[in-house]
């Protein structure tokens, strides 16, 4: 599976990034949100046909654009409108604004950062991608 990692810290974008390499997938990093939406106009004019995300793990706060902005937008492209979209925050948000993201931009789920170690991580990420498959 090839994996989106969008995250402005280089420490987590490579962390993350390594994780994804070690579970089997390949990632394609971006290191703002600003480069994922310049990416997203190349997907839709039809200029990156292959190659493309099965899974997106983005932080909800970057430069340029946001993570939610990101999710709303891939819910309108043909090619990722159905793909397992999880967003990372270091912020404490409650249920009825995580809710809110969720219906309004398309997130399937939250995580919060710090991150979990590796192995839980994995556990969580795979299931949220295996729950979005059956559904």
Same mark, same amino acid.
């Given at each position: 599976?090839? !994996? ?7 420490? %987590? ?9 070690? !579970? ?12 994922? !939406? ?38 309108? %492209? ?6 397992? %979209? ?14 809110? %993201? ?34």
């Amino acid at each position: 599976m090839n !994996w989106l990692i969008a995250e402005d810290e280089a420490d %987590i974008r490579n962390l993350v990034g390594i994780m994804c390499t070690v !579970w089997g997938h390949t990632p394609i990093t971006f290191e703002s949100g600003q480069k994922v !939406w310049e990416w997203l106009d190349q997907v839709e004019a039809g200029d990156i046909t292959t190659g493309l995300p099965d899974f997106a793990l983005m932080d909800i706060r970057m430069p340029g654009r946001r993570g939610s902005e990101l999710s709303q937008r891939m819910r309108s %492209i043909e090619a990722l409108k159905s793909i397992p %979209i999880v967003l990372m925050t270091a912020f404490v948000l409650g249920e009825e604004e995580i809710e809110h %993201i969720k219906q309004e931009y398309g997130v399937d789920h939250i995580i919060n950062k710090p991150l979990p170690d590796f192995d839980r991580l994995g556990t969580v990420l795979h299931d949220i991608i295996k729950q979005k498959q059956e559904a």
